[in-house]
């Protein structure tokens, strides 16, 4: 059976049907998902090896389905907010809970305190996992619970990962105050989150929660961009002592989860692959 492309669908005796139209349109989307800066057109056909009529067509079905972007020149393409938006299914956040959970386990072993796993969800921070600290008095939240951008390490660790023009369109709005620390000037947000770029960490110093201290990094995929943060948070008293180890095993515990996301998207690219030539 022949599809409007002209490719054959492809049966399997284990009730498989893989439709090489769809897994060659997701062929392009991992690849601009996974380059590290935008690519273009011929970046596209030299990375598909598909026809440049084919990946033009597939492009053009991508940008209108609002799962990728084009520059502001319109010559380079990568993800959407859309596909983001797409992305916080279950399944999504499982997939990253199972990878953090071995490296959140082995920091609360370490420092004994709160470790949150946390990723974004339209203008607020939603925890999907947290190892707590075995002490009496620890910092609480709880899986699915939100938290502010502006007022939380984890927030502000995924912003400063991002290009400084998206800033805005999570900081459009009056940002609440928390605590007597809580920073509502933007200017003023804008400058820590750029310090937060330089030093590949955050804070949140009593800004969401009188007495606490949190320290977070950010979690960053192959093409550059935030998937979630990783922080500890603790009272002030006790760990503020310890932040700066804390940032150093957190730096190191990301690069390991980030190491195995490369390889969960390796893995989809090379059945991509062979889905779509097969």
Known sequence: MTDP????RRGGDGGSNIVKPVAKALKVLVAICTERQPPGLNDLIALTGLPKTTVFRYVATLRAAGLIDASAGGDRYHPSLGLWLLGQGTGVHEMLRSLC???MLSLQKEFNETVNLGTLRGRQVVYIE????????RMQARPGALDPIHSTALGKALL??????RWSSYLNHRL???TERTITDKARLHEQLREARRFGAAYDRGENEEGALCVAVPLIARNGSPVAALSISAPAHRFEDKAGAAIAALKKGAAE????LRDRVSLAGASLERASEG
């Open 101 to 103: 959970l071995p490296v």
């Open 130 to 137: 947290i190892v707590e600290s075995e002490r009496s008095l």
């Open 160 to 165: 400063s990962s991002m290009p400084e023009e």
């Open 257 to 260: 989860i980030e190491a195995g």
């Open 5 to 8: 492309d002209g490719d054959e």
């Open 176 to 178: 609440e105050r928390f």
